[in-house]
């Protein structure tokens, strides 16, 4: 099970960090992906963190954006910085069982909306 927060609303350049907290799995052995959804668009992949630890960004975010991982307390977070009004969606956290494979499992979501 994978349970996010974190989310909330934030004006145009500030920051928040949600969590993904794993139990029932470790999330050191999964690739963790955070991915978004805004109204009318498609999912797609922000970051992700290899088992390994080697990371991706999404161009839009780079420089703004920071996954990391906690293995002690099996969580894996992303901190957002800079936020801009295109930022708002519902951000999921996902994780795959290989580096290279499907993302198997699903958080529920959190909102994030960032006013101008």
């Known amino acids: 099970q994978l349970v996010e927060s974190g989310g909330g609303l934030v004006q145009t350049g500030g920051s928040l960090r949600l969590s993904c907290a794993a139990s029932?799995?470790?999330?050191?052995?999964?690739?963790m992906g955070w991915f978004r959804q805004a109204p009318g668009k498609e999912r797609e992949l922000v970051a992700h963190?290899?088992?390994?630890?080697?990371?991706y960004y999404a161009d839009s975010v780079k420089g703004r954006f920071t996954i990391s991982r906690d293995n002690a307390k099996n969580t894996v977070y992303l901190q957002m910085n800079g936020l801009e009004p295109e930022d708002t969606a519902v951000y999921y956290c996902?994780?795959?069982?290989?580096?290279?494979?499907?993302?198997?499992?699903w958080g529920q979501g959190t909102q994030v909306t960032v006013s101008s």
């Open positions: 029932g799995r470790f999330v050191r052995n999964y690739r």
């Open positions: 996902a994780a795959s069982a290989s580096d290279t494979g499907p993302y198997d499992y």
């Open positions: 963190i290899s088992s390994g630890g080697s990371t």
